[in-house]
């Protein structure tokens, strides 16, 4: 075997030699061989100097000629006249008259051009197809002893836990559900957000049903040369029902999965190929009820029918962001064997991290982890997780903070204090955990953190009110500095409030006028390009900013005392904003 594989070598290595020794000679070639080019002008005057000797005549934009005491060919203009013949043979010229064709020389060029390309190219083919031969599948597998993620390893996701429950009582005991004539499913889809724990959920069925494990990516699959992706498909099954049981893991599975175009003109033949392979492999495992595909996917939408059909991917399973129970469960889970503070509450840090993944929350507890070693400490306590939390919110703080104007602080502390006071009169469940004017590594002059009680629905309300609370920082600013010095500083409010507002009037059917209707659905698009709902949008964005304006003026006593107290603390929590309040 190291014998072939240094014959192998030696292969690759001669013929990236010979190569480049067919390019050097080619241009040696093409060097002492290409005619000097003159004007047309200069061959007149040597031509009634008498010191033109033979001239090669054709039906050419150039023709070539010599002179009587040099051997060099020479290259210039064909005036194409209909008396230039008679003209070279009254100065006593030697006229060769020749079609147009290509010497001898470029001839060889030519080809020895297209050899070392052909070369290079065979070259390329044959080690791929050595390299794809067996697409690397000694690393894709992980026997069942090796894998450490079981269900212990998952919090949170019961439900997704509960639907693969019997995946695995199936690979172990395939009997009790062959009585009942109960066959398994051929694939399982994973879908959900990035960093919910899809890849966790796969490995941990390939170690609770003790089978070997094969991970690859879509984008392995994916390929220059048309028909290698399909060919790693079938090498990845053929070597997986090499085994009686197995799981076969595909993440992003979008990179080949997603829908085909309905014309010739629309499709990419090496993805079709190579979907086509994978639905023909998953159709055909007869007799191999032990064997299980999964995938995983951020977007089960783009995918192909034929991919989520029963007899393919017959179950497709959910693994959503965390509610504040799995929240809890799974922060203690990574709090676990990490020397931790008796003030660290585990269930007070899952209300603050609404909208954490559980990858989030994992990288939430190492920041935190990361900072107590930076600062000595021998145990994690909340002050690091308070840092690790707005460091991955908005980035690190800036230390150097001369250079910021007083104006500038002014502007951030009445445009925060607008953010926070509307937020705790409008949406009084809301946890505002933080306010700060101190500038961040991410470009934020400062920021509230507004985290909202876990809900599965949004009211019309509620809606009105998170435009409300966007808008509070801009109207602030007018309140306080003037129309003419509103800032940029509340450019990403805007574009929230503008998001809010699309759902409300054209995703939730919550304008009375538009109608219970979905725009997206109706016209393929997410936005409506009318001016009469351009202006009515514009309409309502007024209203709402107006109402914001109101409603702050009447508090306005609240607003200057929460703004003064930033400039002279630079932040606040929770607490002390619930004491302007009181």
Not at 225 to 249: C, D, M, P, Q, T
Not at 479 to 507: P, W
Not at 526 to 546: G, I, R, V
Not at 548 to 572: D, F, G, P, S, V
Request: charged share 25%.
């Amino acid at each position: 075997m190291k014998k072939a594989k240094k014959n192998n070598k030696y292969i690759q290595y001669a013929s990236i030699a010979l190569v480049v020794i067919l390019v050097i000679v080619g241009l040696f070639i093409q060097k002492h061989h290409q005619a000097r080019e003159v004007s047309y002008t200069n061959f007149m005057t040597l031509l009634t100097q008498g010191k033109v000797a033979e001239v090669d005549l054709n039906n050419g934009a150039t023709f070539k000629f010599k002179l009587k005491d040099k051997n060099t060919t020479y290259i210039t203009d064909n005036p194409r006249r209909e008396d230039f013949k008679e003209i070279l043979l009254l100065n006593n010229v030697e006229v060769n008259e020749t079609a147009e064709t290509i010497s001898i020389v470029q001839m060889a060029l030519s080809s020895m051009t297209m050899l070392g390309i052909g070369i290079f190219i065979f070259y390329q083919i044959r080690r791929g197809g050595a390299r794809n031969g067996n697409m690397g599948l000694n690393n894709t597998k992980v026997e069942a002893k090796d894998l450490v993620v079981d269900f212990s390893h998952i919090a949170g996701n019961i439900e997704a836990k509960e639907q693969v429950y019997d995946i695995i009582d199936f690979i172990k005991t395939p009997e009790k559900y062959n009585k009942l004539g109960a066959k398994m499913p051929r694939g399982i889809m994973l879908y959900g957000p990035p960093g919910t724990g899809k890849t966790l959920m796969a490995k941990a069925i390939a170690k609770e049903a003790n089978v070997p494990f094969f991970s690859v990516s879509g984008s392995d699959f994916v390929q220059l040369y048309v028909g290698v992706g399909a060919s790693r498909v079938r090498e990845l099954f053929k070597e997986a029902n090499k085994y009686e049981k197995a799981v076969i893991f595909i993440d992003e599975i979008d990179a080949i999965g997603k829908k085909r175009g309905q014309n010739a003109f629309q499709g990419n033949d090496e993805k079709d190929q190579t979907l086509n392979a994978l639905l023909t492999e998953m159709s055909g495992f007869k007799g191999k009820e032990g064997i299980v595909v999964i995938a995983a996917t951020n977007r089960l939408d783009t995918l192909d029918e034929a991919l989520l059909r029963p007899g393919r991917f017959d179950r497709h399973i959910e693994i959503g962001y965390p509610d504040v129970n799995a929240r809890e469960a799974i922060i203690k889970l990574y709090l676990k064997d990490r020397p931790i503070a008796e003030e660290v509450s585990s269930s007070e840090l899952a209300k603050q991290t609404v909208f954490f993944t559980g990858a989030m929350l994992e990288n939430l507890i190492n920041e935190a982890a990361i900072e107590a070693a930076n600062k000595g400490d021998a145990y994690i306590n909340n002050s690091h997780l308070e840092i690790a939390f707005y460091t991955i919110i908005a980035g690190k703080e800036k230390k150097d903070r001369s250079s910021i104007r007083e104006l500038d602080r002014q502007i951030t502390a009445y445009h925060e204090a607008g953010h926070a006071l509307v937020t705790k009169l409008l949406a009084p469940d809301n946890s505002v955990t933080k306010v700060t004017i101190i500038p961040s590594t991410k470009g934020t002059g400062g920021f509230s953190m507004n985290i909202p009680k876990d809900k599965f629905y949004l009211n019309r309300q509620e809606i009105i009110a998170r435009i409300k609370i966007s808008l509070a920082g801009r109207a602030a600013e007018e309140i306080i500095f003037g129309k003419d010095y509103i800032t940029t500083g509340a450019s990403n409010d805007i574009e929230k409030a503008s998001e809010d507002l699309r759902g409300f009037m054209l995703k939730y059917g919550m304008d009375d006028e538009m109608g219970l209707i979905n725009i997206s659905i109706l016209t393929g698009k997410d936005t409506f390009q009318d001016e009469k709902w351009l202006a009515k949008s514009q309409d309502y964005m007024k209203q709402f900013y107006e109402e914001t304006k109101r409603l702050i003026q009447e508090h306005e006593e609240i607003l200057r005392n929460i703004a003064e107290y930033l400039l002279e603390k630079e932040t606040l929590n929770e607490k002390e904003l619930a004491s302007f309040f009181e």
